[in-house]
């Protein structure tokens, strides 16, 4: 190897292999057919809008139109051709973003209607040396009214040497003056089975082991976006550091949890068994996996299983799947039944909302799968109804003891302050309105039955309704619940704990001790300050276990029987 290729620069993969031609697309073969016809038939658009997700091509698109209109051939004597030789003077420098001709503007950074009045100031000018002037402006639907309003007439009527060539992200946003000036082209979500192939070329080209699974959790972490597998990959290679590539090296990398384990975990929960499930959600954390994550493998896998019941025959549809994993779905598919999966999808979806708001992650997602598997031996509202019109129980009866018959629900004690009010939210499982009334309330006026306050940015719609509507029925006595204006407010209780910790804190780094400390050792800080009986979070209440009265749930659930 030579000097100059020891020092060369490492270009990333996504730049490495961004294609040069149309036929270097992938997954655009409506788009690519569509184009290269145009430019054949001489039938040119004046102005190019493409839309689609990140990373399928849009600005890639958009330099390789600039190619195939400006190309010479070899020879310097060929016209526009969708298939650009890549050697000529103006390929080359498209290629290497330094055509005089082609002006690249960034939207998102470049709003203004000043910055579009100096394009149409330009547009008027011929090409140096191209055949045509092409204005590629990336994020269109960042631009201003003004900006669009200023483009408007010069994309209506534009030079016979200048086109126009648009990229978004949010086809949306851009006004419909402006789209029905324009060609449009709609660059597809790329589809697993075509990512997987792509990216096995790419691995191979670049001398890379890498276990089929491995790929696999790639592509669906890409979600059909090409520059983002390029990206993963790129990020798993040098993760791996030329030891061998696997699918346990690919989770870890991303915090992801194991196909087979996510199937595993969700037949425990379908069959009622909580505890187990427990286990194995505690073994996929201790391995690394997010507990967000876990939760969002569930949904996915949950949607999967739904599809494939629904729609058995399109069973790869959405992502790359093994044909283990193939397998496996198929039985947990036909042992469970629609409505039992469209409920384990609700309560997944409502617990992943709950978890980006709970304090510790973790103990919210163990609040969920337990709320799954118990949830998993009751019937079905279809089966309700049936039972009901036969006069037949809903499920038949389990070998368990008897349940006592229930008592009358006691009435609450009247909470003595707000703290106390927001620990009965909590108490009574309403820890969504508990973090609410924690986090988005300043309180204005406190008494037993009379709670006024201010609304924080995040307190939802109908947040007094709910409020009186609870405390009514828990205290037995009526509740003025109001939403008031003004600056009298005190702080939530969750600014007041920060604020407490703060004090906490500068005072642990005023004392004498700590302050020596940092004096003998330059450059050290306070990390934390944790107190050694530590005070009770205001407005919390301690956990309580399950209060559901259900059979064992280790018995066969309601909705039919799981493989073994």
């Keep these: 190897m030579n000097g100059s290729s020891e020092t060369r620069p490492y270009r990333v993969l996504a730049r490495t292999y961004r294609p040069s031609r149309f036929a270097d697309l992938v997954g655009q073969e409506a788009t690519v057919r569509t184009l290269a016809n145009a430019i054949v038939s001489g039938r040119l658009a004046h102005a190019f809008i493409l839309t689609g997700i990140r990373g399928v091509g849009k600005t890639t698109t958009a330099r390789i139109i600039a190619r195939a209109l400006n190309c010479v051939g070899a020879d310097g004597t060929g016209g526009p051709t969708p298939d650009p030789c890549g050697s000529c003077d103006h390929c080359i420098a498209i290629g290497e973003d330094r055509h005089v001709d082609?002006?690249?503007?960034?939207?998102?950074?470049?709003?203004?209607?000043?910055?579009?009045?100096?394009?149409?100031?330009?547009?008027?000018?011929?090409?140096?040396?191209?055949?045509?002037?092409?204005?590629?402006?990336?994020?269109?639907?960042?631009?201003?009214?003004?900006?669009?309003?200023?483009?408007?007439?010069?994309?209506?009527?534009?030079?016979?040497?200048?086109?126009?060539?648009?990229?978004?992200?949010?086809?949306?946003?851009?006004?419909?003056?402006v789209l029905s000036r324009c060609q449009r082209f709609d660059l597809r979500r790329v589809d697993g089975e075509t990512l997987f192939s792509h990216l096995q070329g790419i691995a191979g080209r670049e001398g890379v082991e890498i276990a089929e699974d491995a790929m696999r959790q790639i592509v669906r972490a890409a979600e059909g976006s090409v520059r983002d597998a390029l990206s993963l990959l790129d990020q798993t290679i040098a993760h791996a550091a030329g030891a061998a590539i696997d699918g346990d090296r690919v989770r870890e990398m991303l915090g992801l949890a194991d196909r087979l384990q996510t199937a595993d975990l969700l037949e425990a929960l379908m069959r009622g068994r909580a505890a187990p499930a427990l286990g194995l959600f505690d073994s996929l954390h201790e391995?690394?996996?997010?507990?967000?994550?876990?939760?969002?493998?569930?949904?996915?896998?949950?949607?999967?299983?739904?599809?494939?019941?629904?729609?058995?025959?399109?069973?790869?549809?959405?992502?790359?799947?093994?044909?283990?994993?193939?397998?496996?779905?198929?039985?947990?598919?036909?042992?469970?039944?629609?409505?039992?999966?469209?409920?384990?999808?609700?309560?997944?979806?409502?617990?992943?909302?709950?978890?980006?708001?709970?304090?510790?992650?973790?103990?919210?997602?163990?609040?969920?799968?337990?709320?799954?598997?118990?949830?998993?031996?009751?019937?079905?509202?279809?089966?309700?109804?049936?039972?009901?019109?036969?006069?037949?129980?809903?499920a038949p009866?389990?070998?368990?003891?008897?349940?006592?018959?229930?008592?009358?629900?006691?009435?609450?004690?009247?909470?003595?302050?707000?703290?106390?009010?927001?620990?009965?939210?909590?108490?009574?499982k309403e820890m969504v309105l508990g973090a609410h009334l924690a986090n988005d309330v300043g309180l204005v006026d406190y008494a037993p039955g009379r709670l006024r306050y201010?609304?924080?940015?995040?307190?939802?719609?109908?947040?007094?309704?709910?409020?009186?509507?609870?405390?009514d029925e828990w205290t037995g006595r009526r509740w003025s619940v109001e939403a008031v204006d003004g600056d009298d407010a005190a702080p939530s209780l969750r600014q007041q704990r920060e604020e407490r910790e703060a004090a906490e804190r500068q005072q642990a780094i005023d004392h004498p001790a700590v302050r020596a400390a940092l004096e003998t050792f330059p450059g050290a800080t306070v990390e934390a300050v944790r107190s050694v009986t530590p005070a009770p979070i205001l407005g919390e209440a301690p956990q309580e276990p399950p209060t559901d009265t259900e059979d064992d749930p280790e018995a066969k659930s309601a909705h039919g029987e799981l493989p073994p």
């Design 102 to 177: 082609v002006i690249e503007m960034d939207a998102a950074s470049r709003t203004g209607v000043d910055d579009i009045r100096e394009l149409i100031e330009g547009v008027r000018y011929r090409p140096v040396s191209a055949r045509f002037k092409i204005y590629i402006i990336d994020e269109v639907h960042m631009l201003s009214r003004n900006a669009f309003n200023a483009l408007l007439k010069t994309l209506e009527e534009p030079p016979e040497h200048v086109k126009f060539v648009f990229a978004t992200t949010e086809i949306r946003k851009v006004p419909v003056t």
């Design 287 to 394: 391995a690394g996996a997010d507990p967000i994550a876990v939760l969002q493998d569930l949904l996915e896998f949950t949607h999967w299983l739904t599809r494939l019941k629904a729609a058995p025959e399109d069973a790869r549809a959405g992502g790359a799947v093994s044909d283990i994993e193939l397998e496996r779905g198929r039985a947990l598919a036909a042992a469970l039944s629609i409505p039992v999966l469209t409920r384990c999808w609700q309560i997944l979806l409502k617990g992943v909302s709950e978890t980006h708001m709970a304090v510790d992650p973790r103990q919210a997602v163990e609040m969920v799968l337990i709320r799954l598997a118990y949830a998993a031996d009751l019937p079905t509202p279809g089966e309700i109804v049936q039972a009901v019109e036969s006069g037949e129980p809903a």
């Design 397 to 428: 009866p389990q070998p368990a003891p008897p349940s006592p018959a229930p008592a009358p629900e006691a009435t609450q004690p009247m909470p003595e302050n707000f703290e106390a009010l927001v620990a009965l939210f909590r108490s009574r």
């Design 454 to 471: 201010r609304r924080g940015q995040h307190a939802p719609d109908g947040l007094e309704n709910r409020l009186r509507r609870m405390l």
